[in-house]
């Protein structure tokens, strides 16, 4: 998931609220202000799976028309991490 730092700078990085972080930027341990959650897409029937980050608009259209060319269920939603209080994935 990305989180964005209090240097300013954003990374992937798994870590919560509240915790420290390394910067690959300025070089240095900064703390972690907000994460955001991707938004994935996963067949049930094959291995079809993708990240959008967070646009859910664009993970909406690619699973409706993987389920439209081949008639796969389709699950769309956030990542789920440990720590993160996330909704659950859609059925589509």
Avoid at 18 to 28: D, H, I, V
């Amino acid at each position: 998931m990305t989180v964005r730092l209090d240097c300013g700078h954003t990374k992937e990085d798994r870590t919560v609220h509240g915790n420290q972080a390394y910067c690959a930027r300025c070089f240095k341990v900064s703390n972690v202000l907000e994460h955001y959650g991707e938004v994935i897409v996963k067949c049930v029937t094959c291995p079809y799976t993708r990240k959008f980050g967070t646009d859910s608009t664009l993970a909406y259209r690619a699973a409706m028309r993987h389920q439209r060319t081949n008639g796969h269920p389709i699950w769309v939603g956030p990542t789920l991490y440990r720590h993160t209080n996330q909704l659950p994935l859609f059925h589509i």
